[in-house]
């Protein structure tokens, strides 16, 4: 299924987890793609993984870093000369850190803002030329189940994330006009960096009982943190969906990933 014949891609976090599950499967599908990532030796990885699927002749990687204005500037730009347009945007970068609320400093509130939801502002909006000059122009941006159910020590992550939504209902509205799509993926108990981390952020005092409401129901075959998951390349698939003629009738809305944890 080549779905992607033809069109140009930017990916952001695209050197681990769902970012780079993504990537890798747009390449497959036959798109030239442009992944970008703030660490160079996961973007040699994402590149390496190419090369072993006999994808890498498509593939250019960028160092990016969301959370500055001029390298998201340079980055986009050059990435649309390389793919000569752009069709598709999937804004996967983000962090995550746990705290207390109440010990939470402004410091580490910004940082996670400006990496999750001003990231992906930036990046959208130097993107946005480009795709609208697309026939079919696609913003695929990053959620969480965090920004509709309770993620216990994570309030300036969920909050970040809850403001995507909120960005990506926007957008769909403000350029349907101009036939751009924007659309949501809120991923939950997906293996990636960030879950494999989540233990390492939490507070020495956490109260463990409070995730056990954040379990899938579906049966998962990787772990995380301790928690059981699904590989990222199940969200790769429906980022594929979205981001592609089949999701054509798609925008303004999120699409929740957790296996059921939340039904």
Same mark, same amino acid.
């Given at each position: 299924?080549?779905?992607?014949?033809?069109? *140009?891609?930017?990916?952001?976090?695209?050197?681990?987890?769902?970012?780079?599950?993504? #990537?890798?499967?747009?390449?497959?599908?036959?798109?030239?793609?442009?992944?970008?990532?703030? !660490?160079?030796?996961?973007?040699?990885?994402?590149?390496?993984?190419?090369?072993?699927?006999?994808?890498?002749?498509?593939?250019?990687?960028?160092?990016?870093?969301?959370?500055?204005?001029? @390298?998201?500037?340079?980055?986009?730009?050059?990435?649309?000369?390389?793919?000569?347009?752009?069709?598709?945007?999937?804004?996967?970068?983000?962090?995550?850190?746990?705290?207390?609320?109440?010990?939470?400093?402004?410091?580490?509130?910004?940082?996670?803002?400006?990496?999750?939801?001003?990231?992906? +502002?930036? %990046?959208?909006?130097?993107?946005?030329?480009?795709?609208?000059?697309?026939? =079919?122009?696609?913003?695929?941006?990053?959620? !969480?189940?965090?920004? !509709? +159910?309770?993620?216990?020590?994570?309030? #300036?992550?969920?909050?970040?994330?809850?403001?995507?939504? !909120?960005?990506? =209902?926007?957008?769909?509205?403000?350029? @349907?006009?101009? /036939?751009?799509?924007?659309?949501?993926? $809120?991923? *939950?108990?997906?293996?990636? /960096?960030?879950?494999?981390?989540?233990?390492?952020?939490?507070?020495?005092?956490?109260?463990? @009982?409070? +995730?056990?409401?954040?379990?899938?129901?579906?049966?998962?075959?990787?772990?995380? *943190?301790?928690?059981?998951?699904?590989?990222?390349?199940? %969200?790769?698939? %429906?980022? #594929?969906?979205?981001?592609?003629?089949?999701?054509? +009738?798609?925008? *303004?809305?999120?699409?929740?990933?957790?296996?059921?944890? =939340? $039904?």
């Amino acid at each position: 299924m080549n779905r992607f014949d033809g069109r *140009g891609v930017l990916v952001t976090g695209a050197a681990s987890g769902i970012g780079q599950a993504t #990537a890798l499967r747009l390449l497959d599908e036959g798109a030239r793609l442009v992944a970008a990532d703030i !660490s160079e030796d996961g973007l040699a990885e994402t590149r390496q993984r190419a090369e072993d699927a006999g994808t890498a002749e498509r593939l250019t990687t960028m160092r990016l870093d969301t959370a500055d204005e001029d @390298s998201v500037t340079s980055v986009v730009a050059e990435a649309v000369e390389r793919l000569g347009g752009l069709d598709a945007l999937v804004n996967a970068a983000g962090m995550l850190r746990a705290a207390h609320t109440h010990e939470t400093s402004l410091e580490l509130w910004n940082r996670i803002m400006t990496v999750n939801l001003t990231g992906t +502002f930036l %990046v959208t909006r130097q993107a946005l030329p480009a795709l609208l000059e697309s026939e =079919h122009g696609v913003v695929v941006n990053f959620s !969480s189940t965090s920004a !509709s +159910f309770a993620h216990p020590y994570m309030a #300036a992550y969920a909050a970040s994330k809850g403001g995507i939504q !909120s960005f990506t =209902h926007t957008l769909a509205s403000e350029y @349907s006009k101009w /036939g751009l799509r924007a659309v949501c993926v $809120a991923p *939950g108990s997906i293996k990636s /960096g960030i879950t494999d981390e989540t233990p390492n952020y939490l507070p020495a005092d956490a109260d463990m @009982s409070l +995730f056990a409401k954040l379990s899938p129901a579906l049966r998962t075959d990787q772990e995380a *943190g301790g928690a059981t998951m699904a590989g990222p390349e199940t %969200v790769a698939g %429906v980022v #594929a969906m979205l981001a592609s003629d089949d999701g054509a +009738f798609t925008t *303004g809305t999120e699409i929740r990933i957790d296996g059921g944890t =939340h $039904a």
